[in-house]
């Protein structure tokens, strides 16, 4: 069964920058396409990023150029760079792992922009 446990979550100002991490247990990491989700209160949990094992990555088009997200196969993990934090970036941040039919999340991590 996969297992995904994010960190790195927190409070930051405006314009700011966090790095989230994402650790994967349970299958072959590389075999996943892996992606970054967040949902702030009151709204629908939405795609922010996604990257396969092969380099190619998807953005929202708003993080496009603010947010990187990476991913370290030999040590099963993927992150989520992010810079110029707005305080519309507030949300609970949830790793994801999808193969076919089959979809993982994590727990969630909250991230919090504001002065």
């Known amino acids: 069964q996969v297992q995904l446990v994010e960190s790195g979550g927190g409070l930051v100002q405006p314009g700011g920058s966090l790095r989230l991490s994402c650790a994967f247990s349970g299958s072959i990491f590389s075999i996943y396409v892996m992606g970054w989700y967040r949902q702030a209160p009151g709204k629908r949990r939405e795609l922010v990023a996604t990257n396969t094992s092969g380099g190619s990555s998807n953005y929202a088009e708003s993080v496009k150029g603010r947010f990187t997200i990476s991913r370290d196969n030999p040590k099963n993990t993927v992150h989520l760079q992010m810079n110029s934090l707005k305080p519309e970036d507030t949300a609970v941040y949830y790793c994801?792992?999808?193969?076919?039919?089959?979809?993982?999340w994590g727990q969630g991590t909250q991230v919090t922009v504001s002065s």
């Open positions: 994801n792992a999808k193969r076919n039919t089959h979809t993982y």
